[in-house]
């Protein structure tokens, strides 16, 4: 089995659309979507088309439940709804908030239970990112007994082997990279193996000027400094 692993699209379709077509030249078995697929000021709606037409099991991630609110906090939430027809607001609703693929790997966006806490990397104070223990890591395992456990929302990508062989694996944001020092898109094959499973980061270029120019015109100014350069931390983000 072969999967690809995405997250944190974020609106971005100029991004997704690089890494789809990475994958497309790897091929795969499913692509499966970790969240905070629209919320972004550059194309939600292009996303959305776009990962609506893909196999294998998408769930929520916290932002997709901030859009789906009547009034939207956050100015990128209200201005991802703003931008999706009825169709598309219906299968944000629709989403579970974990799926487990083919009984060995589990989903989730944040940790299991909630969306809106990182699992590998304690979250930012600026452009700083610490990471967590050993054990705060496995604690979250428990209880969870697949081979493979999937979580995003962090976006740093991160690997992680738990010492009775599990492994927790971040593919990182398609569409928004934070501290990474680099605008790339990235995402994850993850495969077994002789019994095992491995898993593989990967990074790829995209136009993240065009994706830039998009957050201009839309009103988001803030958001050309994440997109094109990848040091930006989330407090910038609006």
Known sequence: ???AVISDVHGNRLALDAVLDDIARLGVDAV???????????DPAG????LMALPGPIIVGNHDRWVLEAMPQRAIDRFARSR?????????RTMPAEAVQAGEVFLCHGIPGDDNAPWLDNFFDGRTTTLPSEAEVAALADGRDFPVLLCGHSHVARFVRLRDGRIIVNPGSVGMQLVHGAPDA???IIERR???WTAELRIVRYDWDGAAR???DNGFPQWAEVLTTGWA???MLG
């Open 214 to 216: 998009q957050a201009l």
């Open 186 to 188: 990235r995402y994850a």
């Open 32 to 42: 499966l979507c970790l969240g905070d697929h629209v919320s972004g000021p550059m």
């Open 194 to 196: 002789g019994g095992g």
């Open 84 to 92: 999706l027809n009825p169709a598309q607001l219906d299968w944000l």
């Open 233 to 235: 931390g989330p407090e």
């Open 47 to 50: 996303a959305a088309a776009r």
């Open 1 to 3: 089995m072969r999967f």
